[in-house]
């Protein structure tokens, strides 16, 4: 199983029958589906689990997805990948009514047929499990969470049979391939994971690893058969409705490409490297503010993403998914030099002095456009498993540029300072 905090141990006991429990012939058990919303953390969806007991008329949605960003050192433990969430549970209607009117967000209910004793068992674990010594968990975004663990309770009643039902089913689907179409219009938050998800991220998902995705999981349930009370085969799904419908677009069906995109944002920065360039050898001083500012801010933030890209996949719980992340050659720690380098030779006053630092800084600077050109062929190649050539497109024009704008500046104040004789 890929529940990641909780045991089989801990399972096995959250389902242990309590003592005194009714039969569950009185239950409907369903899953509530959530549909996108909003905010980057809505963009994938949810669900819970509702247990419905017909001789009370309660219905219980139990939600695994609960946070709050007022939590002690939630920006801390989100960084290393350790962030706390908890299971809840709340009335089924007023939930459906939340995301349905507050949040315009589609809700979607399947029955599911259970027998009795699994009905009973889902009621007796989600019970055990909202107690208060049970309901905190560390939060996977691919693998423990709101769905998976929907998921994993299912399967649990069901022998593992819901497992053994979608694992080994191919879907042609990764984690990078999901999270690229759900958080395509949003090109801070589309950027950054891309930065970010390495060579793991590019592995094939089965449909039990798809399941992490809400709607996904309530696609695959509609495939699946089970042994009813009988001992006949029957669909999962014993029924299924529609209980709102969102007036927003579809999810998107597949990945989008921004190669383009993203080798025009490269071409600017070229552009405004080889102008920053020019001016340097023929204005002056205005020239070397221009070359200065836009070389140094992009070396400083290829140092700062690159640093946190080699911690995030060495030292946090990330690196399940960061790890491995080629991507480390065109954003690295490199970079720090290349910006130490630059400022040194954009302040530097003697020209003496100016041209081995500009010559320094152009040395540095085609040492990172060569690892980028490396990267950029790395992740082009058949059988790597890591499809983030997109940012390359960016990278390899941008880092190229770079280079060469110092080499260019260096040779002419390398010139200049021949000519005029003096030294530092």
């Known amino acids: 199983m890929l529940i990641l905090d909780a045991s089989r141990a801990v399972l096995a006991q959250g389902l242990t029958p309590v003592p005194g429990a009714t039969p569950g012939d009185s239950l409907t058990i369903s899953v509530m589906t959530i549909g996108a ?41 989100f960084l290393v990948g350790n962030t706390r969430y908890w299971m ?33 068992a889902v009621r007796d674990f989600v019970e055990w499990n909202a107690r208060e010594e049970n309901r905190y968990y560390r939060y996977d975004y691919y693998r423990d969470n709101c769905s998976t663990r929907v998921r994993d309770v299912l399967d649990r009643v069901l022998g593992g049979g819901l497992r053994d039902a979608l694992a080994g089913v191919p879907t042609g689907t990764t984690y990078r391939s ?3 179409r759900l ?11 891309e930065l970010a998800l390495g060579r793991p991220a590019d592995v094939p998902l089965d449909a039990w690893e798809e399941s992490f995705l809400p709607v996904r999981m309530m696609m695959h349930l509609r495939g699946v058969r089970v042994r009813g009370a009988d001992g006949r085969a029957v ?55 221009v070359l200065g500012v836009s070389a140094g801010a992009w070396t400083l933030v290829l140092g700062f993403f690159g640093t946190a ?22 954003a690295n720690t490199l970079a720090w030099v290349v910006f130490v380098l630059v400022v040194a030779a954009m302040t530097a006053r003697r020209p003496a002095r100016a041209a081995r630092w500009r010559a320094r800084a152009a040395g540095a600077a085609w040492a990172l456009a060569a690892m980028t050109v490396l990267g950029a062929i790395v992740v082009l190649l058949p059988g790597v498993g890591q499809r983030s050539g997109e940012l390359f497109a960016m990278f390899v024009p ?7 704008a110092f080499a260019w500046v260096a040779r002419a104040s390398a010139a200049a300072s021949a000519i005029s004789g003096t030294d530092a």
């Open 88 to 120: 809840q549970g709340f009335d089924a209607g007023a939930l459906a009514e939340h995301y349905a009117r507050v949040e315009n967000r589609s809700v979607e209910m399947q029955d599911l047929a259970l027998t009795p004793a699994q009905r009973a």
């Open 309 to 330: 890209l080699l911690l995030a996949g060495t030292v946090t719980k990330h690196a399940a998914y960061m790890g491995r992340n080629w991507n480390l050659l065109a």
């Open 183 to 193: 958080t395509d219009g949003d090109p801070a938050t589309y950027t950054g994971i």
């Open 178 to 180: 999901h999270t690229r």
């Open 37 to 77: 919303g909003d905010e980057v953390w809505e963009r994938f969806g949810h669900n819970a689990l509702v247990v419905r007991d017909g001789r009370t008329g309660e219905a219980v949605a139990y939600n695994w997805g609960m946070f709050d960003f007022n939590q002690p050192n939630f920006l801390g433990r």
């Open 235 to 289: 669909p999962l799904v014993a029924s299924e409705r529609t209980v709102y419908a969102a007036d927003r677009p579809p999810e998107p069906a597949g990945p989008p490409s921004h190669v383009v995109a993203y080798g025009a944002a490269g071409a600017v920065l070229a552009l405004l490297f080889a102008v920053g360039a020019w001016l340097a050898t023929q204005a002056g001083g205005i020239g070397r503010v």
């Open 398 to 404: 941008a880092n190229v540029a770079l280079a060469a």
